[in-house]
C-alpha cells in the first residue's frame, strides 16, 4: 500500500509512540491532583505546554504572557476560537475555502442571528485581499472576529496570512489562524505574526490524533465551550492528557527539526507525480500550482474519470488518497473549496487529493505515478468508449 492520504492524517512517528507509551506506564497522571504523582505529571505536562509555547513562537512561560489550550484536535481549537474570542453580537469573518469545522461554526451562529461576512478567493484559491480590507477595515459594524485558515487542507494552497493581520491589526479585529495543515511543513512564529489566535492539531505531523491546541495572545478572552472544571484555567475543563500533551510537543520538535529536509522530499514527490502525469494527460489540472503551496500536497481534477470512481479503482491498485477533505470523504459532496475558486463541476467532479509526508519516498511517488497513469488511462478509455455510438 502507499499511502498519499496525508493531509487526511499521518503514520504515529515511532519516537512519539514510545514516549506516550513512557508517559502512560509511568504511573496515575492527573495534573491536578494535590499528591507527588500528581505533581509529577504537573511537571511533564507545564515542560510540554512550554516546549509547545516555544516551537510556536508564543509566550506561555511569562505571567499573563500568551494562553495555550489543549483540546481534542483542530475542530475543537476551530470551534473555541469561533464561539470563544470577540462579541458574537458583531459580524464574524470566514474565508469561503475553511474547513468545515470553521465553517459550520460559522453557520450555526448565522443561524443564531450572528452576521457572518464571507471572503472570497481567487481561482488560485487565495484570499483577495481587497475584498478582506473592504470587508474587515471599512465594514460596519466592525466585525469582532475574523478566521482565515495557514493553507488549504485540499489544494494546499498558502493564505497570505501576513497580509492579512497587517488588515486586522490596523482595523483593531483580532485573526484567528487555523493552522492545521501548516503547523511543522512550514515556519511559525505566532508573535511575530501578530496573530490573535492559532490552531494545530497532532495528527497532521506524525503525532496522535486526538490532541489539538488553541494559542490565544495575552489580553484577549477566551470563553470556554464546556463547564465543569478548572483545569486550563477553565478555558478547556476536562482532566488533561498528559501521555497526548507530550506526544504533541514531540511531535512538533521533530517535525520543526526534519523540516528543511522533509519538505525537500515531499516537493520532489509531488514534482515527479505531477510533471509525469501532465507530460502524459495534459488535460489534467492541477489546482493552485501558480501558487505557494504546502510541500507535498497536490489536487488534480482528472476530467475523462469522476472522482470516486478513480479513487476506488486506486484503491484496489494498492494507492491511498482523498477526493475532497477527509471530513468529506466517503460522502459524494462536491468540494467547497473548487467550487469557491470557480473551478466549473466537470473539474469539481473529478478532483483527487494526494499529499505526501516525511515518511514518503521517491519510490512511492513513482509507483504511485505508474498507477494513476494506469487507472486513468484505462478509466478515461472506458468513458470514451461507453460515449461512442
Ligand atoms: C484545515 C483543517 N482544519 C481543521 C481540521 C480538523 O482537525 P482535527 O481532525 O484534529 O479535528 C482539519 C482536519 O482535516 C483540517 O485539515
Known sequence: MIYLDNNATTQLDRRVAEIMLEVWQSGP??????????RSARNRLDDAISQLGQLLGADVDSPGGDALTLTSGGTEANNLAICGIGDTALPL???????????????????????????PVDSNGVVVLDAAAELI?????????????????????????????????????????DATQSVGKLPVDFRKLGIAALTATAHKFHGPAGIGLLV??????????LHGGEQQLGKR???????????????????????DASSALMNACRDHLETTLRGEFPEIVIHGNGV?????????????????????????????????????????????????????????????????????TLQD????????SRCYGRLGQKKAVEKSP
Do not use: K, W, Y
Open 137 to 177: 477595515a471599512r465594514a460596519m459594524p466592525r466585525p469582532s472576529l475574523v478566521s482565515v485558515m495557514a493553507a488549504n487542507n485540499e489544494t494546499g494552497v498558502i493564505q497570505p496570512i501576513e497580509q492579512l493581520a497587517a488588515i486586522c491589526n490596523d482595523a483593531g479585529v483580532p485573526l484567528h489562524v
Open 292 to 360: 505557494p503551496r504546502l510541500p507535498g500536497t497536490s489536487c488534480i481534477s482528472f476530467p475523462h474519470a469522476e472522482r470516486q470512481t478513480m479513487l476506488m479503482a486506486l484503491d484496489v491498485a494498492g494507492i491511498c488518497c482523498s477526493s475532497g477533505s477527509a471530513c468529506a470523504s466517503g460522502s459524494s459532496q462536491p468540494s467547497h473549496v473548487l467550487t469557491a475558486m470557480g473551478a466549473p463541476s466537470p473539474l469539481v467532479d473529478t478532483a483527487l487529493r494526494f499529499g505526501f509526508s516525511r515518511l514518503s
Open 93 to 119: 469573518v470566514v474565508s469561503a475555502i475553511e474547513h468545515p469545522s470553521v465553517l459550520q461554526c460559522a453557520g450555526n451562529q448565522a443561524a443564531g442571528g450572528r452576521i457572518v461576512r464571507v471572503l
Open 237 to 259: 475543563p476536562g482532566t488533561e492528557a498528559v501521555p497526548l500533551a507530550v506526544a504533541l510537543a514531540l511531535a512538533l520538535r521533530l517535525a520543526i527539526e526534519s523540516r
Open 216 to 225: 490565544v495572545r495575552s489580553g484577549i478572552a477566551v470563553r470556554p465551550l
Open 29 to 38: 497522571l492527573n495534573a491536578s491532583s494535590q499528591h507527588a504523582a500528581g
Open 365 to 372: 511517488s513513482h509507483q504511485a505515478t505508474v498507477a494513476i
